[in-house]
């Protein structure tokens, strides 16, 4: 989840004036005489020194396990690097309460973009997967397509699947570079599955402009009425406020409406689409969760921060530990009076803001997870740049800088919330909110309407996954299959 957006500012450590923390450390001191390799930033050329002890002094104020960082670690290293060997980083056996979501990025501006759904794309996400199983053969599934892109325009559909690009047959070696190399266009050889795991033999090649996209995150919204049921289907993709970042409400008002026309309708019962979702602004997890909680207001906890010790005890000096404490607000869209229970879908994607929605609504109503278990993320990081002007360090960094607990003070989620019915989605992918043919989402209105077999699992298709643009987005990044090569 991402707390907040903070720059690079000379100042002291404070109490902030809100749920957030505002502060920041000394400015990064420059070492005329550096050796070390040159970082380029912003019309200037900074040594990796500079840049380092930059990230060592932004870490020791804010980071999460700031009491774990290395005295006196070793400044004759590339940032990205040196980023890595501080980090507390997570280890089943020797660190399971370890880091596995802190991250640097050489350009700022991309990380900032990557925060608003804003990135280079031809509007199709899809997953990797190797095919046939035991192979070193790739393919790319078509999870979702943006509407109005090149994809949309060229007639791509959730559930197409492509086997190369660029006119060469996707492996495990060559898919990062096909992929995702720099350029305009790319051409990608669609084809069919058929019963048996291979491809047919007439493949078609689609060539797609890659451009600047806003991904909206409100992707789609229906109500069933199945007797005297009323279900609101809510397809949610990325906890995103607005294109122009988290002081632009244009999504945030969308989800609004969306809750308003639910509640219009009188649905009785609710069904959250997360199963795409990395997570996100929690300004915009705040603005979902108080459409949704039963009996909640603004006097009512959503969530509350725990951060290092040495911020905590001044919060605790101040006596302003409620500062940290994140409160509902008060929707006129409300739908929670009509409802007992919301049921969320997963993948083992939903991370972050999606579980913080999840942990947050369980005090005040029944959730009901189907899907597959959720990553398992339960803290929060910020966004640190260089505010100075002109900028001299080009690199940003989104460190993990707290913990969140909900108002019972849960906070259990690190191995990800497991499923109350475990159902995974297919080789082949339906239509998102075909009700008859969708795994998921038939399953979770089995159970709502009670018919024979809502309880019964699917089983998980046998393949192996190596990574999805999914990862590209904020948060992600981390769930590559071991030694592949990660996505640019």
Known sequence: MLLQQIRWRPAVL???LGASLLTACRDPEVDPNATNGPATGTGTTVSNTEINNWILDSMRVYYYWNDKLPANPSLAQTPDNFFESIIYSWDRTLRPDGDRF???????DDLKSSLQGIEKSTGMQFQLNRWPTGSTNVIGRVLYVLPNSPAARAGIRRGDIFNGAGGQTLTTSNYSELL????????YTFVTINGTAQTTSNPQVKTLDLVQLAENPVFK??????GVKKIGYFVYNQFINGPAGFNDATYDNQVDAVFARFKAQGINELILDFRYNPGGSTTAARNLASLVGKGVSSNEIFYRQELNKDIMAEYQRANALSRLEVKFTNKSQNVGANLNRVFVLTSDRTASASELIINGLKPFMTVQVVGDTTYGKNVGSIT???ERKPRRINWGMQPIIAKSFNKLNQSDYT???VPDQTVFEPLILAPLGDIANEPLLRATVARITGAAGARIASERQTMFTIGSTLDRKAGGGNMFEPGMPKLK
């Open 384 to 386: 640190i740049e260089d």
């Open 102 to 108: 802190s991250w640097i990025q050489e350009n700022v």
């Open 221 to 226: 919204d229906s109500i069933y009425t199945i």
């Open 14 to 16: 404070s109490v902030a």
């Open 415 to 417: 191995g990800g919330f």
């Open 180 to 187: 995702f190399s720099d350029g305009t266009n790319r051409a």
